[in-house]
């Protein structure tokens, strides 16, 4: 790992700086294998060559895509009383709560908790591509709505609520979790790792000298 100070670097390197604590450095070329760190926090600042994470947050973020409707069709939970079962799924949860005119919890749901987590993983993966689907003014709008839908996607809140929901009907009537809560809860947690493993920078990276 090459050693770095702001001062005296590569003549001919390029300016960049750390994310964290925003130390601008002049890094040099690097060697394959090789990454250049910010010498004030140790923060990772360019990769020598694209990097795995792309990959791996690419990986998630499709695996997550591809779950996601059966986690929204599956059931979630199944409801006896009085003899009478019901059976329900996310999404007919929200298209029951539209159809009884419910229009502000059911639109609530339809956005924040299936449309906006849904562009959210769109954006990584189409992020994770590198230049080959967007070009670099298009990856920086896309990066943008990355953190912009970020603060709003709720498909943790809305899992808390279904395992609320559970608990708290139990002592009135017969529920059992569907095999929807299962698939919910593996989106869920491959959102969250597609998001830990989304390293920002490495999306120019494959443009730099």
């Known amino acids: 790992m090459p050693s770095l100070t702001p001062d005296t670097l590569h003549p001919m390197g390029s300016l960049r700086a750390c994310s964290c604590c925003g130390?601008?450095?002049?890094?040099?070329?690097l060697a394959d294998g090789n990454e250049a760190v910010c010498v004030r926090c140790g923060t990772v600042i360019r990769h020598a060559s694209r990097p795995l994470s792309l990959q791996?947050?690419?990986a998630i973020a499709l695996?997550?895509?591809?779950?996601?409707?059966?986690?929204?069709?599956?059931?979630?939970?199944?409801?006896?009383?009085f003899g009478h079962e019901h059976v329900s799924s996310i999404w007919g949860g929200m298209v029951d709560l539209l159809a009884d005119r419910q229009w502000f919890v059911g639109l609530a749901i339809l956005l924040?908790?299936?449309?906006?987590?849904?562009?959210k993983l769109g954006a990584i993966f189409l992020l994770c591509t590198?230049?080959?689907?967007?070009?670099?003014?298009?990856?920086?709008?896309?990066?943008?709505?990355?953190?912009?839908l970020g603060r709003w996607g709720m498909v943790d809140v809305l899992l808390v609520a279904i395992l609320v929901a559970?608990?708290?009907?139990g002592d009135l009537v017969r529920v059992s979790p569907g095999v929807g809560v299962a698939a919910f809860g593996a989106v869920?947690?491959?959102?969250?790792?597609?998001?830990?493993a989304f390293d920002p920078h490495a999306i120019w990276e494959s443009d730099e000298p």
């Open 188 to 196: 869920v947690v491959l959102s969250m790792l597609a998001s830990a």
């Open 130 to 148: 590198g230049n080959r689907v967007l070009r670099p003014h298009h990856r920086a709008a896309t990066y943008r709505l990355v953190e912009f």
């Open 56 to 58: 791996r947050a690419g």
């Open 63 to 81: 695996a997550a895509l591809i779950l996601y409707p059966l986690a929204l069709a599956l059931p979630v939970m199944r409801i006896e009383r």
């Open 23 to 29: 130390l601008v450095h002049r890094l040099p070329a």
């Open 112 to 119: 924040f908790s299936i449309v906006t987590p849904i562009a």
């Open 166 to 169: 559970l608990v708290k009907l």
